[in-house]
């Protein structure tokens, strides 16, 4: 029996508690005691928000953009690095936002539709994985807009306790490839879409100071040192200042790729 099957059961069961099987054969589409219309307007009231959330974080990018674009016209590297790895957090983030934002579209529109419960499981199933997917991503990457969306993500949990999709019946371990394959198809379109538009809402970072092209450049010089380097050194030989070459091992680091040892060297993880 699959995620979603189960959670089919689990809302069938509680929505025909009491009731014998002749009562509840043959009802109208409301029978299962489910309220189709307040569940899509609760979900519109969350989707308004997240727009809300998006029209901020795109302001701000372009405020990121626009210091970045300051910094390199008065040569401030290390400004200049700030800015545009802030930018580059912001797309990301902007991208998760995005991407909570289309299903519950999705949602709105199926169950609005099809006001049945095999759909109405389907739709709520990929919207419960990225609550908790957003939740955990953003928490440590960038708490304002988890306080932001906390309210959302609260909203959203009301409608999906109000139909009984309780969590011990959804997929453990919070992976996409433990939901039925029609769920799936939903959430990577959903993160594919957020992708395309965030590539067109954040402002293009000039390749010197994008973090990740940073990152990759800096292996790859770590490699080619044998896993001996100066900071001052590769600082020359990427184009930055030393505290950026600091501030991208502490990030290689936090990540495994590296492990920084004294004396200013690093390895490869």
């Known amino acids: 029996m699959d995620a979603v099957t189960g959670i089919v059961d689990v809302i069938k069961k509680a929505f025909s508690w009491g009731l014998e099987k002749a009562e509840t054969e043959g009802l109208p589409d409301q ?55 802030e930018l580059a957090i912001k797309k990301k983030v902007y991208k998760i936002v995005a991407a909570y934002e289309k299903l519950l579209g999705a949602a709105i529109e199926r169950i609005a539709d099809a006001r049945n419960i095999e ?4 739709t709520l199933a990929p919207l419960q994985y990225v609550m908790e997917t957003a939740n955990n991503y953003l928490s440590g990457l960038a708490p304002d807009v988890t306080a ?26 919070k992976s996409v490839a433990l939901y039925s394959p029609d769920v799936k198809e939903l959430i990577t379109e959903a993160m594919k879409e957020a992708a395309e538009e965030a590539e067109k809402a954040a402002p293009k970072v000039p390749p010197a100071y994008d973090p990740e092209a940073l990152e990759r450049r800096l292996l790859d010089y770590i490699r080619t040192s ?44």
Do not use: H, W
Request: proline content about 2%; glycine content about 6%; cysteine-free.
């Open 148 to 173: 932001s969306l906390a309210s959302v993500i609260e909203s959203t949990e009301g409608v999906i306790r109000k139909v009984g999709l309780l969590s011990s019946v959804l997929p453990e371990g």
């Open 31 to 85: 029978s299962e005691g489910i309220n189709y219309d307040d569940i899509v307007a609760q979900l519109n009231i969350a989707k308004s928000e997240v727009e809300r959330i998006k029209l901020k974080m795109s302001a701000e990018m372009s405020e990121y953009y626009e210091r970045l674009v300051k910094a390199l016209k008065a040569k401030d590297e290390e400004s200049a690095t700030f800015n545009a790895s």
């Open 119 to 122: 759909v109405l499981v389907k």
């Open 226 to 269: 044998k896993g001996v380097i100066s900071i001052r050194q590769a600082a020359t030989s990427l184009g930055v200042a030393p505290e950026v070459v600091r501030e991208l091992l502490a990030r290689l680091e936090a990540k495994g790729a590296i492990k920084v040892e004294p004396a200013s060297s690093a390895s490869t993880a």
